[in-house]
């Protein structure tokens, strides 16, 4: 078995844990810092909205020599805007210049036919008007506030409403992270863009529910035992599936850093960044929330429940009476739930729902099994 899949079987029996809700702090203090960067960068320098939202002129050149980065060059030259180029299969250039008019468009069409010596009647220029991307954008906000109002009220009907909040945080923390680094990296924002940031969501909820569930499942009856506080067995279940979160993060976000990197970057495919960055951006961001935001969230509302305080104050009792308050405080293991308490008879946590009781029998006068 590979070093990996060992670890994860270890995490899932327990005998290997790592405290993430012991240090929710620090993690909500990453997740603030990175998010309030991200708005300063949303404020300060703002999207960089294609065409497609703004308006502006397609030039279509004859076939040149000339190449794409030389035409970037001369498109900005001319227009004193960043200019998106594309060498097309039969070797002419498609030059996108975002907020342009028709008088502009005409006197950037004479400097492009000058600088890329080429006839001027052989340019080509469509002037696209910001309307459909408007559209599109609109839909999508419609589209994205429904999402997530449906998403709350199916976790609140399949989970609890704390989940739903908890869950409904991590996916507005995953769209500001990634629509902040667009912001910061100057990337332009398409209707590719859009689709990638719409993809994300769904995955980051994939990826929180697959905790939620966990948790939900080994929580039963957990008021009943004086064992685990709801902070413990809430650690346990991200443990429980972290190797998972971890294999299904990196097999998602390989093929999209190749279309990013190697497409987009070596290759010169620049569109295909628009679309790949959102992706890329946000897997990252939800596998991240869902362990270190919205679980440790959940177990923080939990944490105000009047049983689940009173919950808690039993198991610090009995450890501090037990005087082993110190080893107690690190989350469960595989032979915590494996022992046997005097008081923890009616208790079911977790592994105990499948293992059989190993007392049957005891307290009959005879001592024997049926």
């Given amino acids: 078995m590979s070093k990996l899949g060992n670890l994860g079987a270890r995490l899932h029996r327990g005998e290997v844990s790592y405290d993430f809700i012991g240090h ?105 008007g910001p309307s459909w991307g408007d559209q599109i954008a609109n839909k999508a906000w419609q589209g994205l506030a429904i999402f997530m109002v449906l998403v709350v009220i199916y976790l609140a009907i399949a989970f609890e409403w704390r989940m739903a909040i908890a869950a409904l945080v991590a996916l507005i923390h995953d769209i500001t992270i990634t629509v902040g680094i667009y912001a910061l990296v100057g990337f332009e924002v398409t209707p590719g863009t859009v689709i990638g940031l719409l993809t994300i969501l769904g995955y980051s909820l994939y990826d929180t529910v697959v905790v939620f569930d966990s948790l939900k499942e080994q929580t039963k009856d957990l008021t009943k035992q004086t064992r685990f506080t709801y902070s413990e067995v809430a650690n346990r279940s991200i443990n429980g599936t972290l190797v998972r979160s971890i294999n299904t993060t990196v097999v998602a976000l390989l093929p999209v850093a190749g279309l990013l990197f190697i497409g987009g970057g070596f290759l010169g495919a620049g569109t295909l960044n628009d679309i790949s960055l959102s992706l890329f951006v946000g897997l990252a961001a939800g596998a991240y929330s869902s362990i270190f935001i919205a679980t440790p969230l959940v177990a923080d509302l939990k944490e105000r429940e009047p049983q689940i305080k009173a919950l808690r104050k039993r198991v610090l009792a009995k450890r501090a009476q037990a005087g082993d308050e110190p080893q107690r405080t690190e989350a469960p293991g595989a032979d915590d739930y494996d022992d046997e308490s005097e008081d923890a008879a009616p208790a079911v946590v977790g592994p105990r729902n499948q293992t059989s009781p190993r007392g049957r029998g005891r307290g009959r006068p005879s001592g024997k099994r049926r």
């Fill in 24 to 128: 929710r702090k620090l993690w909500y203090g990453i997740s603030i810092l990175i998010t309030i960067t991200a708005i300063l960068g949303l404020a300060v320098r703002g999207l960089n909205m294609g065409i497609d939202f703004q308006g502006g002129a397609v030039f279509t050149t004859q076939e040149t020599s000339v190449s794409v980065s030389q035409a970037e060059e001369f498109a900005k030259d001319a227009s004193g805007h960043d200019a998106v180029v594309q060498k097309l299969g039969n070797g002419t250039l498609r030059i996108q210049i975002a907020g342009m008019d028709i008088q502009q468009s005409n006197e950037i069409k004479a400097d492009l036919a000058k600088d890329l010596q080429v006839d001027r009647d052989t340019i080509t220029a469509e002037l696209v």
